[in-house]
């Protein structure tokens, strides 16, 4: 009995081991990204991104709690224009446009509860329409949890982003032009 807890006892120090030493050979910062041609042009699609009053229409996560409260804050549009969202489904966090450039560029930091990150649409006119590049940048320091978490972070993030920018393509190609 006490050898087994001894050989328990050295797997469970193994284990913490590899976790630590494994997570300092962890990437420390996240990127994840995906694209779609949206048959508007680029100040069409700037103008949906550069504001948050109709955030919700094409948002991936709105439908996952639609009962979620929003606030909106600063300017209706543009640099220091914010939304905060609160709920058990979707948490609790905030984003705010830091950098608006018409018609090419648009960068949200988000903060999701003391969790930073950088949200960014980039607008590239392509033919007709606009090639809309949405991607997420995280930087995890020396957070060890965040860096394991890290590696999970573009199959969880890319799938929503997918159904975001699908959904961004229907409202903006749907609605009046």
């Known amino acids: 009995m006490k050898a087994l807890l001894k050989g328990a006892l050295y797997l469970l120090l193994l284990l913490g081991l590899a976790f630590v030493a494994g997570g300092f050979l962890l990437p420390a910062s996240s990127h994840v990204e995906r694209s779609i041609l949206i048959e508007r042009p680029p100040g069409e699609v700037h103008a949906m991104l550069n504001s948050f009053q109709r955030f919700n229409e094409w948002s991936p996560w709105y439908e996952l709690e639609p009962t979620a ?3 909106y ?12 969202w609160q709920g058990e489904k979707v948490g609790s966090g905030s984003q705010r ?8 560029r648009i960068v949200n930091a988000l903060d999701f509860g003391g969790t930073e990150a950088t949200a960014r ?10 090639r809309v590049t949405w ?9 060890l949890v965040s860096r ?3 590696l999970a972070m573009d199959s969880m993030v890319g ?9 961004l393509k229907q409202t903006l190609e749907d609605g009046p032009h």
């Open 69 to 71: 409260k929003y606030a």
């Open 73 to 84: 804050s600063g300017p209706q549009a543009g640099v220091g224009a914010a939304m905060s």
């Open 97 to 104: 446009i830091v950098e608006s450039v018409p018609p090419s």
């Open 121 to 130: 649409f980039d607008l590239q006119e392509e033919g007709a329409g606009t």
């Open 135 to 143: 991607s997420l940048d995280s930087q995890h320091g020396y957070n």
């Open 148 to 150: 394991w978490f890290g």
């Open 159 to 167: 799938k929503d982003y997918e159904k975001g920018l699908l959904k």
